[in-house]
């Protein structure tokens, strides 16, 4: 027992001198995520502002000038007014503008005789990013809509509308895409510097002939392992810490509630990562290849398919069923709720089930791979 | 004589085969070894790269499983009980093993933790070895940071820190100049000393053979079997009366190496020095001088190396084409006139100044880190000189590198040519880049398969190649473009003793036909091919002059008939002696 | 000179391609790369699950229950009878929104009062928040009209140029012309020279003839002509399996990719030179790409990004391939058009090759 114990500080001494000696590890698990989560926080935001909107009046008038002052009002849309439709068509086509509203000359009187209504309004919007498309859309009906009461109101003109749908959104009322991203960010991150980290460094041993030293040596293999997640653990909590102090402090994301849950998916998720990235470079021992396979089974799903970014429902069931493949989703879940939400036990529990199963999957799967010898 | 005692190790019908790549057969690494290591001696496994030196050392430290066959450390068996043999072994890999981003005492600790030393035993055992070894005064540098002999000195602690039974010592002596190898050779000849009463035992890989004279006892492997399994005075024994000196003419030895190896009778004629080596075939008649193209024959001791080349049966002498003449052009072929080379603050080639007549061999010799290869770069153009002047044929290599860099040829140690080409394509890609017409490529290509044996080999992706015909091809490679200067660097060095003699015999018809050759290497075997030698320490020319001028240089009373080493040490050990006062 | 570039181009091209390694790394992460990113990447919304809390017991209510279920953008999943139990089922992430209806819904319509509906949205994902509120609010309003007393006071139009079903794909996959080929032609480019340098070829290289100059174009070329292939590849993978219609020219995309991928291998080559191994190189690859492709409007437009952050991705080659590929593809982009982007690429990539000559030939003296 006791020589175990003096082989398990042999080798932690060792694994600890060597993180601090090589800077790109240090780097890794330091400035890597803090570049990341600044560069991918401040460009994915998804909240379109102030869209470009060439606008077409074919017959000015009060009317339609206040319809075009309603657009400018609206915080989402900066319209351009253009002659013609073929101007339009041209801001479109080279990116300068995402649609056109085209309003026709008679318009304004048919809007004022209700007995010839609806008045027609064209809006043409550039398809190439549906996603942007769909939002452009609903920003000018909602500029419209706006438009539209405020003019009833002094004319009389219009009828309540047979239904409404009130909405309200819970845990982000203001709907910021960064409050959503932020905590998917720290998933992403996460599944990066552990993998990244250990499927590095025991190739590296490999390649260098230490590892040859250490089998011929009395250490056990569990004492190697061992040693190496303990160190790479500690880096890597530390960097989920970091992450999320920048989250919540550049970014102003709320956290709730549940530091202990946290704690405990992130110390879940890192021991899969970690397990992974060994298992990787105990497998193929070359760090190239390591690095590669490290990058397809963590960043890849990390980034497409848990639901950071993307939205699992709406994907293929086929892919749907392989999202569960990849631990990334179970920790996105958990932090959205918990920076969001709060601890949401029905959130949780199966969430964190899931991560404990796929860390002792990895463990055992590591164990299982590493022998005692060369061959 | 002896007595019986019990062997450390055991092996008995041994088989080792490793699974192949994907398109290749599975290779026997090691095939019918049944032997016996035993302790109080150093056991030498002695062989070419690639003879299964590794393998043999591997399966000993447990480290693979054997396809078939049985073996037992300390009277157990390996694949029952590898832990427990673990704890009383020592394995220095051929890398050393060590953790070149860990201090020297750092190395050192987590060694000792490892096999769980208490301190008591542990502090007095490192400063021992530390004192030993002379790394006392470097406990605080970084492993990685440590030069050639140093690093392999504290592979040496850290496998000797457990007082093993056994120490399995894989090719320790790779790429060491000869000083730092005797140093080696003590320390661990002092450690067996020390050793003798637990019954240690040493198992020391190489593929030097001068060096394994002095083991206690040889295993000689070559593909994989077991050559010889003796004493070394065992496999000289049938040498003895049939190796013999040849005096020649200065400026013949390469025509009468020519003339002497078509003599029936001699087994094999190589140059040494300023004479040619003669062994004779079992049997054979001695041969008259003239003859050989000599005047006078005086017998000499045979080598290890007299036998292993006996043992591998003789192998038809590969035919060595007649020199082809070629335009001798006037003046030198290498100019070098006050050669500085600064990196930082370090003065790694100081005011350095020789010159090589075309068509000569000539040698740089050094310990490692003296310069030798800051010199070798810079003339082949791969550095830039601080200041002075290097002409090499002709051409200026600073002003015109390009230009210059198409009159020369250059192989490296390490085999250097794209592993995942074959041979053919290999040699067409550099005949490409050297400029050759398309016809001019096509012939040179297939001249190039032709002389140097390789039309067999020729589509084989280049990796797969056994090491000899790797090197045969880096050779043809780097003539194609017919150079008038090659660069070799220590180009035979764990090559197998008949394809180096083949591959020497090649470079002494170059230079016959007017090829400059300039070499650098640690290896004295290699030295001795050369016409004149200069020797480099710590960045400074100390001594010129041939063969036999260096090694009179030392002849003494202690030291009546030097060899090339003992010259080479004694005078780089002045040098440092003289700058230290 | 010509013979050596050639020599050296040919050498690398069919050691890269005798390379089992590295031959696994040109084809198989492309390949599921296209396959995950085309269906993966898509910010629309489908089948979410939504729950129905339904206290109106009049028809009507069922009427609009029935148009939900048949949405595509909708699955209803749970049916809760009380606030607590919709709350939990948010909370819980088994559905990202809850309708209610009231049980005066019908009887307001009917009297002309306007029924009232209440939507409870998860936001945690915002941008499935956004979409689910814009199709619930859709199909209320459709709903509305059809039982409102008169026509709408106006009707908006809406046609969607170049895609006009949106179809997510159309917008991917162009996007994946440029960040693939980018990746692998920077790829090979940083890997090329740390890998001589490994093996020990590099300075049996650098004792040929070969100038500085020729080792470096012999080494782009064949990262160009590597990353030219992979974005082919994605081009045939849109057109013949994803459908996607492509209305340009295809010689301007491939024109627009040729000066891309200068850029992109001039980055590659730079990191060649200074990473001592394979393994700075990619790990230098990677610190590059990730912000570059970020930055570069392949998931999320550059507009809406802080004016600092758009002033950057002006310097990213990416950003102005992304807009010639998905304007070539989609919108058939006229050449004088596209020259726009293309002068600034050929700027970046003029810039960086003239970076990377001078890094490689500090590497090489």
Not at chain 1, 320 to 333: D, G, H, I, K, M
Not at chain 3, 296 to 322: C, H, K, Y
Request: with cysteine; hydrophobic share 55%; charged share 15%.
């Amino acid at each position: 027992m006791i020589a175990a114990a003096l082989r398990l500080r042999g080798l932690l001494v060792k694994e600890v001198t060597q993180v601090r000696r090589d800077p790109s590890s240090l780097l890794i698990a330091f400035l890597l995520p803090l570049v990341l989560l600044l560069i991918n926080g401040f460009s994915i935001t998804l909240d379109a502002r102030a869209v470009r909107l060439a606008v077409v009046i074919d017959a000015p008038t009060a009317p339609t000038q206040d319809l075009f002052q309603a657009m400018a009002a609206s915080p989402y849309l900066a319209p351009i007014l253009v002659a013609t439709t073929a101007d339009g068509a041209r801001l479109i086509a080279s990116g300068s503008a995402r649609g056109m509203l085209v309003v026709r000359q008679d318009f304004a009187e048919t809007l004022l005789r209700p007995q010839r209504w609806p008045a027609h309004l064209g809006l043409q919007v550039s398809g190439t990013d549906p996603n942007t498309a769909r939002l452009v859309e609903g920003y000018v009906a909602g500029a419209l809509q706006t438009w539209l009461s405020s003019h009833a109101l002094e004319n009389r003109l219009l009828a309540t509308p047979a239904a409404t749908l009130e909405h309200r959104y819970w845990f982000n009322a203001e709907l910021r895409s960064s409050n959503s991203i932020i905590p998917g960010m720290i998933a992403f991150v996460m599944s990066m510097t552990g993998t990244l980290l250990t499927a590095l460094v025991v190739a590296r041993e490999w390649e260098r002939g230490t590892m040859e030293s250490m089998l011929a040596s009395p250490a056990r293999m569990a004492e190697l392992i061992a040693a190496k997640l303990v160190v790479y653990f500690g880096l890597g909590m530390i960097s989920m810490l970091e992450a999320v102090l920048v989250g919540t402090l550049v970014f102003a994301v709320p956290f709730r509630d549940g530091i202990l849950p946290l704690l405990a998916a992130a110390a879940l998720f890192l021991l899969f990562a970690l397990a992974l990235g060994l298992f990787i470079s105990t497998l193929v021992r070359n760090q190239f290849l390591a690095s590669q396979l490290a990058f397809l089974v963590t960043m890849l799903p990390a980034m497409m398919l848990s639901g950071m970014l993307f939205d699992i429902a709406s994907m293929p069931p086929w892919l749907q069923w392989l999202t569960y493949l990849f631990p990334a989703r179970y920790l996105v879940s958990i932090l959205q709720t918990l920076f969001l939400a709060g601890s949401v036990n029905a959130v949780l529990l199966p969430n964190l089930a899931a991560l404990a199963i796929s860390a002792t999957v990895a463990v055992a799967a590591t164990l299982a791979v590493t022998r005692r010898r060369l061959d | 004589m002896t007595e019986p005692v019990a062997p450390l190790a055991t092996i008995a019908g041994l088989r080792h085969r490793f699974p192949g790549a994907r398109h290749a057969a599975p290779q026997t690494a090691l095939d019918g070894i049944d032997t016996t290591i035993l302790p109080g001696m150093i056991t030498g496994v002695v062989g070419p790269d690639g003879a299964g030196k590794t393998t043999l050392l591997r399966l000993l430290a447990g480290l693979l499983r054997p396809t078939a066959g049985q073996i037992a450390v300390f009277g157990l068996d390996l694949a029952d009980h590898a832990a427990t043999v673990h704890d009383r072994i020592g394995y220095m890999p051929q890398r050393f093993g060590l953790y070149e981003d860990l201090t020297v005492a750092g190395n050192i600790q987590l060694h000792a933790d490892l096999h769980a030393m208490p301190s008591a035993i542990r502090v007095p055992r490192i400063s021992m070895l530390l004192a030993a070894t002379g790394l006392a005064p470097f406990t605080d540098r970084l492993a990685g940071k440590l030069s050639g002999g140093m690093k392999q000195k504290l592979g040496l602690v850290c496998a000797l820190l457990a007082r093993p039974k056994l120490l399995l010592l894989d090719e320790p002596s790779v790429g060491v100049d000869p000083a730092s190898r005797r140093e080696l050779w003590a320390i661990v000849a002092h450690m067996l000393a020390e050793g003798l009463a637990d019954g240690m035992g040493v198992v020391w890989a190489t593929a030097y053979l001068d060096e394994a004279e002095r083991c206690g006892r040889v295993l000689l492997l070559h593909e994989g079997r077991l050559l010889a399994d003796d004493t070394p005075e065992a496999i000289m024994a049938p040498m003895r009366d049939r190796v013999f000196l040849l005096d020649v003419p200065p400026g013949q030895r390469r025509a009468a190496v020519r003339l002497a190896a078509s003599v029936a009778g001699v087994a094999d004629a190589s140059v040494q020095g300023d004479h040619l080596r003669i062994v004779l075939r079992p049997g054979a008649a001695l041969p008259d001088p003239s003859a050989l193209g000599g005047s006078h024959l005086s017998p000499a001791a045979p080598r290890l190396e007299d036998g292993f080349i006996d043992r591998l049966g003789t192998v038809a002498p590969t035919p060595i084409p007649a020199p082809a003449t070629r335009p001798v052009a006037q003046g030198p072929a290498i100019e070098v006139a006050h050669l500085v080379r600064r990196f930082g603050d370090f003065l790694a080639v100081d005011d350095v100044s020789f010159s090589v007549a075309r068509g000569e061999i000539f040698g740089l010799l050094g310990p490692n880190g003296a310069g030798k290869s800051t010199i070798f770069r810079m003339l082949c153009g791969l550095l830039r000189p601080s200041a002075g002047r290097a002409q090499v044929a002709g051409g200026d290599l600073i002003r015109e590198p390009a230009a210059a860099r198409a009159r020369l040829g250059y192989m490296a140690q390490r085999f250097s040519l794209y592993g995942e080409l074959t041979a053919r394509e290999n040699l067409r890609f550099f005949a490409r880049v050297y400029g050759l017409s398309r016809a001019a490529q096509q012939a040179a290509v297939a001249a190039a398969l032709a002389d140097f044996d390789l039309a067999d080999s020729a589509d084989q992706v280049a990796g797969d190649l056994p090491l000899g015909v790797k090197q045969r091809l880096a050779l043809a490679a780097s003539l194609l473009h017919a150079p008038d200067i090659l660069f070799l660097d220590e180009p035979t060095s764990g090559v197998d003793p008949l394809a180096r003699r083949a591959f020497w015999a090649r470079i002494g018809t170059l230079a016959e036909a007017g090829v400059t050759v300039l070499v650098t290497s640690h290896f004295m075997d290699e030295a001795e091919y050369c016409d004149r030698l200069a020797i480099v320490s710590s960045g400074r020319l100390i001594a010129t002059g041939t063969p036999a001028d260096l090694r009179g240089r030392v002849r003494s009373d202690a030291m009546p008939n030097p060899t090339l080493e003992d010259a080479f040490i004694a005078l780089v050990g002045a040098d440092l002696r003289a700058r230290a006062a | 000179m010509l013979r050596r570039i050639l020599a050296l181009i040919l050498k690398e091209l069919s050691s890269l391609w005798k390379d089992p390694k590295s031959r696994m790394v040109l084809v198989v992460p492309p390949l599921i790369q296209v396959i995950i990113f085309a269906h993966a990447a898509t910010f629309d919304v489908s089948g979410a699950a939504l729950a129905i809390w339904n206290d109106d017991r009049g028809s009507l209510a069922g009427e609009l229950i029935r148009r939900f279920a048949y949405s595509s953008a909708f699955k209803i999943v749970a049916a809760p009878q009380s606030q607590a139990e919709a709350a939990a089922l948010i909370d819980g992430q088994q559905a990202v929104a809850v309708l209610h209806i009231p049980e005066r819904f019908s009887a307001d319509l009917l009297a002309g009062r306007g029924g009232r509906l209440q939507l409870l949205i998860d936001a945690r994902r915002s941008n499935t928040a956004l979409l689910v509120q814009g199709y619930a609010n859709a199909i209320v309003a459709t709903y509305a009209a059809e039982h409102a007393p008169r026509p709408p006071p106006l009707v908006i139009e809406t046609r969607d140029w170049f895609n006009p079903t949106l179809e997510p794909e159309w917008f991917v996959l162009p996007g994946l012309v440029a960040v693939l080929s980018m990746l692998i032609g920077m790829m090979v480019a940083a890997l090329s020279l740390a890998r001589e340098r490994e093996l020990g070829t590099f300075e049996q290289m650098l004792v040929t003839p070969l100038r500085p100059a020729e080792i470096m174009i012999g080494k782009a070329i064949p990262a160009m002509i590597v990353g030219l292939f992979e974005a082919n590849i994605v081009i045939a993978a849109a057109v013949l399996w994803f459908r996607v219609p492509f209305v340009g020219s295809l010689a301007l995309l491939e024109a627009g990719l040729l000066v891309y991928l200068l850029a992109g291998v001039g980055v590659g080559l730079a990191i060649s030179s200074v990473a001592q191994t394979q393994q700075q190189a990619i790990l230098g690859v990677f610190i590059y790409a990730s912000p570059a492709v970020m930055l570069s409007g392949f998931a999320s437009p550059i507009e809406n990004m802080p004016p600092i952050v758009q002033w950057i991705t002006l310097v990213d080659p990416m950003r102005w391939m992304l807009i010639i590929a998905r304007g070539v593809f989609l919108q058939g982009m006229p050449a004088a058009i596209a020259w726009s982007a293309i002068w600034p690429m050929a700027l970046i990539g003029i810039a960086l090759m003239t970076a990377a000559g001078l890094m490689v030939r500090r590497a090489v003296a």
